[in-house]
Structures are given as C-alpha cells and as structure tokens.
C-alpha cells in the first residue's frame, strides 16, 4: 500500500475537473461504439433507463451530501487502523493505541483536530462479536471520555465523566446483528449501528508535567472481544475485507466507489428507505460497482458535475460557521440532518455533541471580514469574572483556514486554555486579552501570544462540560478585534 496524506481539499470547480476526468478515463476502455453513442440513456436496469440526466445529478447531489460523511470517516479510519505504511497508522481494529502527547502539526489525519487532550484511538469492526471497553478509575477533578462515532459519523454515545462520572466499568460496544444478554459485570450496553467505528478517548491534561499521570489514566484503558472478557470460545472470525486505499485526492475523484464499499457496512437508518432506493437507481448501493455495467459517459459525467457541485456548496458554507451547535449529535438528534452533519464532516470531523463540548468557531473578525494574520493582528479579550463557564476546561485553538490545520510555530503553541491562566498576563481591569498574530507580541505579552500564520487563519474554542449559560446563550463569547496591521 502507498502512503497516504490529507491534501487540502480542492476547490469546487477543481473538483468537478478531478471527477469528470477520472470517471471518463475509468469508462473509456469498457464502453462499446453503440454506448458512446447512446446520447445519455442508461442501458442498466428498467428503472434506471427512466431517469434523466438531470434526475440523476439532483440525485447525487442528495447522494453526495448524505455519504461525505462516511467516506471522510473512512479515510481517517483506513489511515488509523488499515495502512500500515501511513505514517499516521495507529493499531489494528478493536486494539487501543495511546498517544500520551497532545497533538501538532504533524498530525495531518484529522482536521479541525483538538491539541488539549492526548488521545487514545479505537478503531472497531463489530462484525464477529462486540467489544468490551474499560475505563478505569480515576480523581474526580480530571475530565476523560470515550466518544463512539458510528460510519455515519453520528455519535452513537459516551462513556465517562458526562454520563458515567470517574468511577471506572467494563462497557460492551455491540454491532447492529449482536441479540445477547448483558453480561455480568457490564455498567452498559452501547449499541452501534454500523459494522464498522471509529472512537476516541480524550485524556485531560493539565499541564506538561501532567503527563505521567495522563499516562497512568491511558494505561487503565482497555479493550477485548466478549468473548475473551468471559472466557469463552471466541466466534468464527468475520471474512476478511478488501480495503480499498484513499488518500485526499482520491476522496474526490473515487468517492462513488468508496460509497458503495461503505454501505456495506451501513445499514439503513430509520426512515432511510427511500433515499437508499433513490439512490439505487442511479447505481449507488452497497456493494456494487462504480460506475455500474453499460453506464454511458453522459450519466456518470453527470453524476459528477453533481458531486463537485455538492462538495462547493458544502465547503461555502462551512465558511459561514460560527458554531458547532446542530452539526453533531446522536443518530436520533441527526436524523434526517444530512447536510448538518456533512458540514460537520468538513469543518471538524468528531466533533462532540453539544452538551459534551461547545465550539464557537472564529473565521471573520467582528466587523465581517476573513481573518488573514498577514494583513492584520487581531485580539479576542474575556472581560474581568467573564470568562468561559464550563465544568471542565476551555480552549482557543489556532488553525490555517484553507487545510484546516494546526500551525507550524516557532514557540511549539497551537492554543490557549483555561489550564494556563496562572501564566496569563491580566490587563488593569483584570480582563484577559489574547493577542492573535503572526509575529509575537511585546515580551511582557508573550504569554498570552496564539500563533498565527502568515494567512488566512481560523481561530475554534473549545468549551467541555458547558454549563447551561452556554447552552441557552445567556453566556455569549467575545469577538476577534482587529488590533492594527500585521507585524512580520
């Protein structure tokens, strides 16, 4: 296997270029004189010859919004757990990989990607048996959780401090065909609606120095088939999958293909019957080939001009965002939220539900214009006894605004959090003034410097546990003031 790298996401007419070319080069070789000829009709089913060129395109629009999510999952999740070459690889399914560092730079698989919280990774395939996840005990000040995302990037459910306070348990994570009993000893049973996950532990950290007992936490977490959690004989094992490669290029330009792998190992939710026919008819159902047998060029050019249209459509309007309410949620809260969840999938994929952390999101300044550290410096001020109320910890967090990104700094700084506030420089009025900016600041300001590129940039922050001022907007953040021109 090659390796593999997140790109930059292409623009949207590039994107329609990527598309139509790779599918027309798929095509050429396998269509006969009499199908180039076939000026747009299908020669596949019955069903499908009755829709149009047009039909098609606004079903793969629908098709496109509804499966972003779950090929963009597929590609962290084939990185993470799949290719082993990739430099961002982390361990087989159903086994636990521990990452006692916070993120940086480096990390390239996820966008939008926290640097508070060292995580641990757990990629699940269900298929044979359930998964039993323990977590263990630990001080009731630090904040830790598992997040358990399903293919359809909706967040099934917690485990931890939010739901289950600090007190540890043994915790089944089961497939959509598993119809046993609760074991004794298990706290919860959480039931997952696809064959294949993705699931993260977040760790608190509070600071450098608390690495060791991150660590201790991290060791404490554990993962093992049912079976061997009760000493049975383990079931046959699932068969083994063909997974095709995909790296930020080929999302795009193979993305139909990549669907219908993954529907695979999707099955329909509640009330999804009649978008899965809709999009049956123009040959996107799981397992079947992309493009289908006999399709004419004009359908599957069709197809993907829709795609690239669909893809420019979401990208504009993550570039509205101004918060991660409505984006996340539980199948139930999701539920025929494709394009909520899309721009979730694109602005900051595994994003938690609201009520687990809150994401103001900073891409224009206050008077409406683009943050751009190259033309101005800017500052976000919390007024004195104003600062973020949250039961557990909040964050600032630096990204560049086209990969989405954290910045490569010359201080090794990505964020400014609540865990810093001893070291936080105060202005007279006891207000706290974070100075965003390319280059640093006066010295006696260094401390509350956020690195900034020499570009457009975004700025995320992160609110664990809000309190309920949060939620119901009693509570507002400050806005990002420009503070004069950028200094290089």
Same mark, same amino acid.
């Given at each position: 296997?090659?390796?593999?790298?997140?790109?930059?996401?292409?623009?949207?007419?590039?994107?329609?270029?990527?598309?139509?070319?790779?599918?027309?080069?798929?095509?050429?070789?396998?269509?006969?004189?009499?199908?180039?000829?076939?000026?747009?009709?299908?020669?596949? !089913?019955?069903?499908?010859? =009755?829709?149009?060129?047009?039909? &098609?395109?606004?079903?793969?629009?629908?098709?496109?919004?509804?499966?972003? /999510?779950?090929?963009?999952?597929?590609?962290?999740?084939?990185?993470?757990?799949?290719?082993?070459?990739?430099?961002?690889?982390?361990?087989?399914?159903?086994?636990?990989?521990?990452?006692?560092?916070?993120?940086?730079?480096?990390?390239?698989?996820?966008?939008?990607?926290?640097?508070?919280? /060292?995580?641990?990774?757990?990629?699940?395939?269900?298929?044979?048996?359930?998964?039993?996840?323990?977590?263990?005990?630990?001080?009731?000040?630090?904040?830790? !959780?598992?997040?358990?995302?399903?293919?359809?990037?909706?967040?099934?459910? +917690?485990?931890?401090?939010?739901?289950?306070?600090?007190?540890?348990?043994?915790?089944?994570?089961?497939?959509?065909?598993?119809?046993?009993?609760?074991?004794?000893?298990?706290?919860?049973?959480?039931?997952?609606?696809?064959?294949?996950?993705?699931? =993260?532990?977040?760790?608190?950290?509070?600071?450098?120095?608390?690495?060791?007992?991150?660590?201790?936490? =991290?060791?404490?977490?554990?993962?093992?088939?049912?079976?061997?959690?009760?000493?049975?004989?383990?079931?046959?094992?699932?068969?083994?999958?063909?997974?095709?490669?995909?790296?930020?290029?080929?999302?795009? !330009?193979?993305?139909?293909?990549?669907?219908?792998?993954?529907?695979?190992?999707?099955?329909?939710?509640?009330?999804?019957?009649?978008?899965?026919?809709?999009?049956?008819?123009? *040959?996107?159902?799981?397992?079947?080939?992309?493009?289908?047998?006999?399709?004419?060029?004009?359908?599957?050019?069709?197809?993907?001009?829709?795609? *690239?249209?669909?893809?420019?459509?979401?990208?504009?309007?993550?570039?509205?965002?101004?918060?991660?309410?409505?984006?996340?949620?539980?199948?139930? &809260?999701?539920?025929?939220?494709?394009?909520?969840?899309?721009? *979730?999938?694109?602005?900051?994929?595994?994003?938690?539900?609201?009520?687990?952390?809150? +994401?103001?999101? +900073?891409?224009?300044?206050?008077?409406?214009?683009?943050?751009?550290?190259?033309?101005?410096?800017?500052?976000?001020?919390?007024?004195?006894?104003?600062?973020?109320?949250?039961? &557990?910890?909040?964050?600032?967090?630096?990204?560049?605004?086209?990969?989405?990104?954290?910045?490569?700094? /010359?201080?090794?700084?990505?964020?400014?959090?609540?865990?810093?506030?001893?070291?936080?420089?105060?202005?007279?009025?006891?207000?706290?003034?974070?100075?965003?900016?390319? &280059?640093?600041?006066?010295?006696?300001?260094?401390?509350?410097?956020?690195?900034?590129?020499?570009? /457009?940039?975004?700025?995320?922050?992160?609110?664990?546990?809000?309190?309920?001022?949060?939620?119901?907007?009693?509570?507002?953040?400050?806005?990002?003031?420009?503070?004069?021109?950028?200094?290089?």
């Amino acid at each position: 296997m090659s390796d593999v790298h997140t790109f930059p996401a292409p623009s949207g007419t590039t994107l329609v270029k990527i598309l139509v070319f790779a599918l027309a080069v798929t095509l050429a070789g396998g269509c006969t004189e009499s199908q180039k000829a076939n000026d747009g009709a299908d020669s596949g !089913s019955e069903a499908s010859q =009755q829709i149009s060129n047009e039909d &098609a395109a606004t079903i793969a629009e629908e098709g496109y919004v509804y499966l972003f /999510p779950m090929v963009r999952n597929y590609q962290t999740i084939y990185q993470f757990a799949v290719n082993t070459q990739d430099e961002q690889y982390k361990a087989p399914f159903n086994q636990i990989r521990n990452i006692a560092e916070v993120t940086t730079y480096r990390d390239t698989a996820i966008q939008t990607v926290n640097s508070d919280t /060292p995580y641990s990774l757990l990629m699940l395939d269900l298929r044979a048996e359930p998964i039993v996840v323990t977590l263990p005990e630990i001080d009731e000040e630090r904040y830790y !959780s598992l997040q358990i995302v399903d293919l359809y990037t909706h967040n099934v459910d +917690y485990l931890g401090t939010r739901k289950d306070g600090n007190g540890g348990g043994d915790f089944l994570l089961a497939g959509p065909d598993w119809d046993g009993s609760t074991p004794s000893g298990i706290s919860r049973v959480i039931r997952i609606p696809t064959y294949l996950a993705y699931s =993260q532990f977040r760790t608190q950290l509070f600071s450098p120095d608390d690495l060791v007992q991150v660590k201790a936490v =991290q060791a404490g977490y554990r993962s093992e088939p049912l079976s061997k959690y009760l000493g049975q004989p383990a079931p046959a094992p699932a068969p083994d999958i063909d997974f095709p490669a995909i790296d930020g290029d080929s999302l795009q !330009s193979r993305f139909w293909e990549y669907a219908n792998f993954l529907l695979e190992y999707a099955p329909p939710m509640p009330g999804e019957s009649e978008l899965r026919q809709r999009l049956a008819s123009i *040959g996107i159902s799981a397992g079947e080939p992309w493009p289908p047998a006999g399709a004419p060029p004009q359908r599957i050019a069709a197809i993907a001009e829709a795609a *690239g249209r669909a893809y420019a459509k979401l990208d504009e309007d993550v570039r509205q965002l101004t918060t991660s309410a409505g984006l996340f949620g539980t199948p139930e &809260a999701m539920a025929g939220h494709y394009r909520e969840r899309a721009m *979730g999938a694109l602005g900051g994929i595994y994003g938690n539900d609201t009520e687990e952390t809150l +994401y103001p999101s +900073y891409q224009r300044d206050a008077s409406g214009d683009l943050l751009d550290t190259s033309v101005h410096n800017y500052t976000l001020t919390f007024p004195a006894k104003q600062l973020p109320p949250v039961d &557990a910890f909040w964050s600032i967090t630096m990204y560049d605004a086209t990969t989405r990104l954290l910045i490569k700094n /010359p201080i090794d700084r990505y964020l400014v959090n609540s865990t810093m506030l001893d070291d936080l420089v105060r202005n007279p009025d006891e207000s706290i003034t974070i100075y965003i900016q390319h &280059a640093p600041p006066e010295s006696r300001l260094a401390a509350n410097w956020l690195p900034a590129p020499n570009g /457009p940039m975004s700025v995320v922050m992160r609110l664990y546990l809000p309190r309920p001022e949060v939620l119901d907007e009693t509570w507002t953040p400050p806005s990002v003031q420009i503070a004069g021109a950028a200094t290089h």
